[in-house]
């Protein structure tokens, strides 16, 4: 998978039908592009894997490793397990990015992508005919075991680090952790502090717990989509990704706007005084599917 590939996803997520996934066109966007819900695996398999992708549609790691997970189960099925995908929550604004996009993609470039919408914070609402039509196609699932929505950090941030919902099983969040804190580059720092502040406790470092909130009956509201899926269908696991572009170690214990700073100067300017370490697309795409392989993993032996 390259940077490259973004212009082409809808062609390779239709490409994985030949090899057995079951693809239908769940909606249209607000510019009428087609959404897509794909699905691999026996309806009656044991387990449910739910991966949503591209709510921020600047956040574009997430849709290419939507697609790169897709099509290395769909060549590999895992056979007490269905997975579910949604890999381009926001077509309208993903493709406009996209079409920036090339092999010599940059750090700086990935600063300069604009094409953005808050489809996570508003996934409860019908603010946008998206996420209508992605809450409709969750709730055909009759279970959902595991939930992912994948995301990515500030383009420059002070390390890597995952959200995890509150619902989570404790001891399949334990044994997640000890999955991913072995595999985890040495370079790229696991955050001990959320530099955000949403989360409530941090479970590890790398890994911080939110809380979310039960929705009311009868009541659809802004809200993010491990919300949703958790008031729904109680998964054992429930996780978003915050992986960076590049970790600047002299950001650990900065401000939002220290970091916004640093990442302003960088969009701007190519460069900025601070050391910084990128991280190619392979080793992000890595963290991700290696976070679902090893849910998945711990999920059956649990």
């Not at 060549?75 to 949604?86: A, E, L, M, N």
């Not at 383009?155 to 804190?181: C, K």
């Amino acid at each position: 998978m390259q940077w490259s590939d973004l212009n082409q996803l809808d062609s390779l997520i239709l490409e994985t039908a030949a090899l057995g996934a079951s693809i239908e066109q769940i909606g249209v966007s607000g510019e009428g592009r087609s959404l897509y819900g794909v699905t691999v695996g026996e309806e009656q398999a044991k387990y449910t894997v739910v991966i949503l992708a591209g709510c921020h549609a600047t956040e574009i790691v997430g849709s290419l490793a939507a697609v790169a997970i897709l099509q290395s189960i769909v060549q590999t099925p895992i056979p007490s397990v269905r997975f579910g995908f949604v890999p381009i929550a926001d077509p309208d604004c993903l493709y406009p990015n996209a079409a920036t996009v090339s092999s010599t993609f940059t750090l700086q470039d990935a600063l300069n992508l604009s094409h953005e919408r808050d489809l996570e914070g508003n996934f409860m609402a019908d603010t946008y005919p998206e996420c209508v039509a992605i809450r409709q196609w969750f709730q055909k699932f009759s279970q959902i075991d595991a939930y992912f929505s994948l995301h990515a950090a500030a383009p420059i941030a002070p390390g890597l680090f995952f959200y995890v919902g509150e619902p989570s099983d404790p001891p399949l969040v334990q044994r997640v952790i000890e999955d991913m804190t072995a595999i985890v580059p040495p370079e790229i720092p696991l955050l001990d502090h959320d530099p955000t502040g949403v989360a409530q406790s941090v479970l590890a470092p790398g890994f911080f717990e939110l809380a979310l909130s039960k929705a009311e009956p009868g009541h659809v509201s802004p809200g993010s989509s491990l919300a949703f899926v958790a008031d729904r269908f109680q998964p054992k696991f429930l996780a978003v990704s915050e992986i960076p572009f590049a970790v600047c170690p002299a950001l650990m214990n900065a401000s939002l706007d220290e970091i916004h700073q640093v990442n302003t100067e960088v969009k701007h300017a190519g460069s900025t005084n601070q050391t910084l370490y990128e991280i190619n697309l392979e080793t992000q795409l890595h963290l991700l599917q290696s976070l679902v392989r090893s849910t998945v993993t711990q999920l059956m032996n649990s």
